[in-house]
């Protein structure tokens, strides 16, 4: 059974008003989304446009503050109004919503999900194939430049040495030591990944993991 055909079985037995789409950079989460948007009507909103829309206190990164700590109360409970605000109005004219983003926080993600929490789902999409990943990896790597990482994570670049950047970009080629460096992010990040579906299924009843 295809993973797609799996996800489908399972919305069309449950058909929940609102989905939380979790996975670690390239594993397909806007891909999936929009597949479920055109098949079956769902409204995708994606938090880090939320995050951009608003006011970031002095000092603090808005992704890491929304996404992972609650430092900021202030700034913490405008996010979690701005997203259930957005599901709200979504709702009120849609079948279903879809929230993604890389929110880890359980206590914060419980906050935004609780006046649906009988009506949630969470797909958490799992890097399990490393080769496949590094592959997903790398060909979004090679449609990057020096001016636009194409959607890879800070901690992605942060593995490679300003000289081995500087060299691809010149010549183009992925070569041993760069795809050494894609292969030790795609080990490290499976293994955050299954890190953070353990700490969500310590929240939450409500979890499909898709292995990819």
Wanted: aromatic share 10%.
């Amino acid at each position: 059974m295809s993973n797609q055909t799996h996800i489908d079985e399972v919305l069309e037995q449950k058909w929940p008003k609102l989905i939380f789409l979790a996975g670690k950079t390239s594993t397909g989460k806007t891909t999936l989304s929009k597949s479920l948007e055109k098949k079956y009507g769902y409204t995708v909103i994606e938090l880090d446009n939320v995050i951009r829309g608003l006011n970031v206190p002095d000092g603090a990164n808005g992704f890491i503050e929304a996404y992972l700590n609650r430092d900021y109360e202030d700034f913490t409970s405008s996010f979690v109004i701005a997203v259930k605000n957005q599901i709200e109005e979504s709702l009120a004219s849609q079948l279903g919503v879809i929230i993604e983003g890389a929110l880890s926080n359980v206590e914060t993600l419980k906050e935004i999900v609780a006046p649906w929490s009988e009506s949630f789902l969470i797909i958490f999409l799992h890097p399990s194939n490393i080769e496949s990943y590094k592959e997903r990896l790398l060909s979004r790597f090679v449609l990057s430049s020096q001016d636009d990482g194409n959607g890879l994570p800070g901690s992605f670049w942060e593995k490679f040495t300003t000289e081995q950047l500087e060299r691809y970009y010149v010549d183009r080629l992925i070569t041993p030591d760069i795809e050494d460096v894609v292969t030790e992010f795609a080990l490290e990040s499976a293994k955050t990944s299954e890190a953070r579906f353990a700490k969500l299924s310590n929240g939450f009843d409500q979890m499909l993991k898709i292995e990819v």
